[in-house]
């Protein structure tokens, strides 16, 4: 059955450092992967889509890419900021259905 | 533009007892979705709908849960007997169609805790 992963364990950095999280997929091959934001008691945020042909996206401070042949996808925030700290949420989109993994913590340090 | 809403934002039952959510997503939104979501994990897809039409139900306990859309616009999801189980946030999602941008925009979620 198609699987999404994230890592569980959060991650804690320093403010203006760059946050890498890491989405990876098995059993079957995405049409396109999101990233989702989501704070406490509040729904998911949509952020940024990549689609499968494409290596590389870019949205502000935000960067996601897209390795077909690793099934990964990596979500980068630069120059982070205590307000990035939040849940992030892969989804991948694929056969008519979009699954989402657990999510990552991220907790930005001033 | 008013985003997808939902009803009630909190509820607390007694097991055994019935519950519904209440979801209006963006106006012009054909896809409807309910997933749940239980503390910690992401959100599973409970049903999916294009306009009226539940296209994707294979996640739904259908022997508790049910749902529709009338109209193609609102949508109710109900719990009836509810058990200790289904303690979890009921997030309603929607999107022009499923296959078009790939945006889902959720509304606030439902909170559901079943003592």
């Known amino acids: 059955s198609q699987k999404i992963e994230q890592n569980s364990e959060a991650l804690n950095i320093q403010e203006g450092k760059t946050a890498t999280l890491t989405c990876n997929y098995t059993n079957y091959s995405p049409a396109y992967l999101q990233w989702y934001r989501q704070d406490p008691g509040r729904g998911p945020v949509f952020l940024l889509l990549i689609r499968e042909n494409e290596k590389e996206k870019r949205k502000e401070r935000l960067k996601v890419t897209f390795d077909t042949t690793l099934k990964q996808s990596l979500f980068h925030i630069t120059a982070s900021q205590p307000a990035d700290s939040a849940t992030y949420l892969c989804a991948s989109t694929g056969g008519f259905k979009t699954i989402f993994g657990a999510g990552t913590r991220l907790f930005v340090k001033a | 533009e008013a985003g997808v809403v939902q009803s009630p934002r909190y509820k607390i039952i007694e097991k055994k007892q019935p519950v519904a959510f209440w979801c209006n997503p963006i106006s012009g939104h054909n896809t409807l979705y309910w997933y749940r979501q239980n503390l910690g994990q992401g959100p599973e897809l409970l049903i999916r709908?294009?306009?009226?039409?539940?296209?994707?139900d294979s996640q739904l306990p259908k022997d508790r849960f049910s749902a529709e859309r009338l109209k193609g616009v609102d949508s109710t999801l109900k719990i009836q007997p509810a058990e200790l189980g289904d303690s979890a946030v009921y997030l309603c999602a929607s999107s022009f169609t499923f296959w078009d941008t790939g945006e889902l925009f959720f509304g606030e979620g439902s909170r559901l805790t079943v003592l």
């Open positions: 709908y294009e306009n009226e039409e539940a296209v994707d």
